[in-house]
Every structure is written in C-alpha cells, then in structure tokens.
C-alpha cells in the first residue's frame, strides 16, 4: 500500500496562483459588497411602493366613496319616486274635496 | 510589507466586513495557494479549480458575514466551502483534462515499455497518470480525505471537521482510500504487462 511520501511525489504538481491572486484581487475592486442583514427590500424600492400606495389609497377610497354615493341615489330617487306619486295622490284628493266643499258650497 | 500581515484571519474579516480591500487582498495572498492545491486536487482541472477558488473568494468579499468565527476557523470553513463549490462545479458537468481510463489503458503498454521506463521523467510521468486515475476511481469522501489530509497536509482533527465526520471515521476512510488506490494501480500494471508480453510474443 501507499505511504503518504509515496502519494505526495507522485501526483502532477500544482501550478502556480500568482495570477489567480491578482485576478481576485481585481476583481474584488469591481464587485460591491452587501451589508449584513439586508433583507427586506432596498430603501429606494420602498420608498417607490410607498409613493405608489399613496396614489393609489385615495383613488380607491374616492371610488368606493363615489360607488356608495350613486348606489344611495338610487334608492333616494325611488323614495322621491314614493314620495312624489304619494304627495300626487294626496294633492288630487285633496283637490277633489276641495271641489266637493265647492259643489257643496253651490248647492 | 503589508500593515496586515500581522493580522489574524479573524481581524482581517473584520476589516473586510468594513470594505477594507487591503485586509482582503492579505487574505488572499494568505491562503490561495491551499485553497487552490484543494481545488485543483479536486477537480483535475486548472481552470475549474481557479473559477471555484475566485468565486468563493469573491462571494467571502462581497459577504463576509458568512464565515461565523464562532463556529469555525476562517481555514475550516473555506475548505468546506471550497469542497462543496467543486463538487457543484462536477455536478454541473465541467470538463476533466486528465486522461479518461479508456485512454490511459491503452497509453500505457506504450509508457511501460522498457525505453521509456528507463526515462525517469517518463516513469514519473506514468506514475502520476496512474495516481491521478486511481484517485478519480474513488468515491468522493475517500477522495475528499486524501486530498486534504495527503495532499493538503490538513492535520486530521481539522480534516474531520471539514468533511463533517469523526477523526475515527475519517482514519478508516484514509486507509479504505489508500488500498483502493494500490489495488487500482496493480490492476493496471498488471493489465499492462500482460499486454506487453502479448505484443513481444507476436513479434516473435
């Protein structure tokens, strides 16, 4: 079996990182770096979405607002509806007693 | 002489934690050289080995928060990271320069023929194309031992914990490695005798 002197002179030698340091080194210059524990999304990117929010929140409150407003017209116009057709109704009777008291009045 | 150079790896991650571009390039200079030994052990391949070693250096730099000190030397960790970037990096399929067996199978009746063994250079040729075949026959853990502990001179202890195993489990896997290698390398040889003989043979 193989000693481990054995072993180590009979593998090809390993090339020199004389180049590979200057190159990690380079490169390192060109890559930014992280800050720890930056998990949540870049400031920027919040504050974007936080502009966007505040677009958008009055927008769909003034749409809910103005879906409610129409909805409650609706049912104000029925009841003017009522209330017309009724008021019509009590106009005409009263009318017609009026005439009686007139023909009443006649006789 | 660097202002660094009396820093432990400890201090100079501090100062790369801060952006120190010198701390960093200290510890590149540092320890390159085992990482990449490891690397090229590893993978047989000069340009695999020095792609791994940048991206892991790279990654330290734009993150060292990574390497937790409390858990780990600096030299412990980056092994382990160095170990499992090239067993990605063969997963992925990179390329392997050294000689496929079929190839070096029948290179070697050539290698083994009396002129050449004369050449010592040729001989020790031969032998390393023998070693290098062998080592690429074993399993990885076995692989991975060798190479740490033989080729890299990692004391065991470290080794073991690198490779995530006890120093026992890590002995056995020494040995398991070194007597598949014999056994490997007298299969060839044999195998290249015989061939030998059976070309002499019908030249006669």
């Known amino acids: ?107 | 002489m660097s202002a660094y150079q009396e820093k432990s790896d400890l201090q100079l991650a501090e100062f790369i934690a801060s952006g120190n571009h010198a701390a960093f390039a200290e510890l590149v200079t540092r320890h390159t050289d085992k990482f990449f030994a490891l690397a090229f052990r590893t993978l047989q391949h000069q340009g695999d080995a020095e792609d791994v070693v940048q991206n892991a250096f790279l990654k330290f730099w734009q993150r060292p928060q990574l390497w937790q000190a409390d858990k780990a030397k600096f030299t412990t960790w980056f092994y382990r990271v160095i170990i499992n970037a090239c067993h990605d990096s063969r997963r992925r399929g990179s390329r392997e320069t050294s000689a496929e067996p079929e190839v070096f199978e029948r290179v070697l009746p050539i290698c083994l023929s009396e002129e050449t063994l004369a050449d010592e250079k040729q001989t020790r040729v031969w032998r390393q194309s023998c070693v290098e075949s062998g080592i690429r026959a074993l399993p990885i853990s076995q692989r991975d031992a060798l190479n740490l502990v033989v080729y890299n001179e990692v004391p065991q202890r470290q080794a073991a914990e690198i490779l995530g195993v006890s120093v026992k489990a890590l002995e056995s896997l020494l040995v398991r490695a070194k007597r598949n290698l014999t056994d490997h390398i007298n299969a060839l040889k044999n195998q290249a005798e015989r061939a030998h003989t059976a070309d002499e043979v019908s030249n006669v």
Do not use: Y
């Open chain 1, 1 to 107: 079996m193989f000693n481990n002197d054995e072993l180590d002179h009979s593998r090809a030698p390993v090339p020199d990182t004389n180049k590979l340091q200057a190159s990690i080194i380079a490169a390192a210059e060109c890559v930014p770096q992280q800050v720890a524990g930056r998990t949540s999304p870049p400031p920027r990117a919040r504050r974007r979405w936080l502009h966007r929010f505040s677009f958008a929140a009055p927008i769909t409150a003034c749409c809910v607002i103005a879906l409610l407003i129409a909805g409650s017209g609706i049912e104000f116009a029925e009841d003017k509806n009522v209330s017309f057709t009724q008021s019509e109704e009590q106009d005409w009777q009263e009318i017609m007693l009026l005439e009686d008291e007139w023909l009443l009045a006649d006789l």
